[in-house]
């Protein structure tokens, strides 16, 4: 067995498992998960990140369009998690030997860089109103699973 995998796999390991326990926390509990974000801990304005958590929480009831409102990118960021996790099962099951060739051909590089660039202008834009105008914050600070209503 492959020394560099040794190493990795208790990383997939709690991977595996606590994705799908968090997910299920966030789904059955969401008022309970605490304050995630520091930069709004700090500064009292959402991040580019704000609302993903309820994202995901709305994601779980299958509610795509209130976990778009939360922050349009939490679906993006679900279908990439539920991936990766089906990747590290994949590596677990194989004892690490199963690969994806598609993401050294670059291309996912490529998305990669795409999606966060869309990101950061969303979190720029998205602070930039909240600056200018607070009553104009956008729905993400408006709670339906009961996650950081102010």
Not at 31 to 59: K, N
């Amino acid at each position: 067995m492959d020394t560099a995998w040794r190493k990795l796999k208790i990383q997939y390991l709690v991977f595996v498992l606590g994705f799908p326990a968090a997910l299920a926390w966030v789904a059955l509990f969401p008022s309970s998960v605490p304050p995630l974000c520091l930069f709004r801990i700090t500064s009292g304005y959402d991040c580019p990140g704000c609302g993903m958590t309820r994202g995901f929480a709305a994601l779980a009831h299958l509610d795509i369009l209130s976990a778009i409102r939360y922050n349009p990118f939490s679906p993006i960021v679900f279908i990439i998690a539920v991936a990766l996790w089906i990747f590290a099962v994949a590596r677990l099951i194989t004892d690490g030997r199963f690969n994806m060739q598609l993401w050294r051909r670059g291309i996912t590089d490529r998305i990669f860089v795409v999606i966060l660039v869309l990101y950061l202008i969303y979190g720029i834009g998205r602070l930039a109103l909240e600056i200018h105008d607070p009553s104009l914050r956008l729905p993400a600070t408006i709670s339906t699973y009961g996650v950081h209503q102010r």
